[in-house]
């Protein structure tokens, strides 16, 4: 992928895009449709476009929902467990990644 401006500017755009979606999502519908159990992200359509404009979808999309996840406090468990709090994370006795007896 080359770094011209057009690139850069598509990349902007998505990263824009899909935080200002995901963000009115939450203000208009609530928490359970962004970060609740089954999730439905309506920004997620911009995926799609990756057939047409390429890496730079990839890259905006990936970099908005950073920003969104950081917007509502969800930085590191979007990062790390990729869809909120592990169900298994939340109970006291035990951690997501060790075996529960």
């Known amino acids: 992928m080359k ?3 057009k ?3 598509l990349f902007a755009v998505f990263a824009a895009l899909y ?3 995901n963000i009115l999502q ?3 519908v609530g928490n359970p449709t962004i970060y609740g159990p089954i999730q ?5 359509c911009l995926i799609a476009l990756t057939v047409l404009f390429g890496w730079p979808v990839v890259g905006g999309v990936t970099f908005g929902c950073l920003v969104t996840n950081a917007r509502f406090g969800h ?10 709090p592990h169900p298994l994370y939340l109970m006291k006795e ?3 990644y060790k075996k529960v007896k």
């Not at 439905?40 to 997620?44: G, N, T, Y």
């Not at 930085?75 to 909120?84: A, C, E, P, Q, R």
């Open 3 to 5: 770094f011209d401006s």
């Open 7 to 9: 690139n850069v500017t």
């Open 19 to 21: 935080s200002v979606i």
């Open 26 to 28: 939450m203000s208009l």
């Open 40 to 44: 439905l992200r309506v920004a997620d």
């Open 75 to 84: 930085v590191w468990t979007g990062i790390v467990l990729k869809s909120g």
């Open 94 to 96: 035990t951690h997501p």
